[in-house]
Structures are given as C-alpha cells and as structure tokens.
C-alpha cells in the first residue's frame, strides 16, 4: 500500500522527493494551514519502499497508508 505525506503536517523538507527511488513525490501547487509548501505522493507510482517515512524530520508527516482524504494534490 502506498505512503502518504500528510498535507497540513509537511513543511516542505524536501529530503523525502530527494530519496525516493521512483520518483513518486511532487511538490503541490499550494500552501498548508502551516502557511509552508508542501509534497505528495502519487500512489500509482509508490512502490511502498518507505524511505520517505524513514528520511522525514517533521514528526508524523508520512504515515504507511494510502490516505487521499489526508493528502492533498494542491490546495
């Protein structure tokens, strides 16, 4: 099952988009309620490796399901 990045909760990092071995992280078209940018995951493309989850230093900003409702593609 593939990864999200919980919108509301990234800061935009970015080291999740730099270690993900399929290219499967993008960066949104809008800001969070944290006023930062954010990152998602397309699904299609996750291969559920879980570097982004094991790479990422904002507490909680990756979980290991595929969560549409908590993941926005831009805002």
Do not use: W
Request: charged share 15%; with cysteine.
């Amino acid at each position: 099952m593939p990864h999200s990045i919980i919108s509301n909760i990234c800061e935009g990092v970015a080291i999740c988009q730099e270690a993900c071995p399929v290219d499967c992280i993008n960066l949104s078209n809008g800001i969070n309620n944290k006023g930062k940018n954010f990152y998602f995951i397309e699904f299609t493309k996750c291969i559920d490796c879980g570097v982004c989850l094991a790479v990422c230093p904002v507490k909680g900003a990756v979980i290991p399901d595929e969560r549409p409702d908590l993941q926005n593609t831009s805002q």
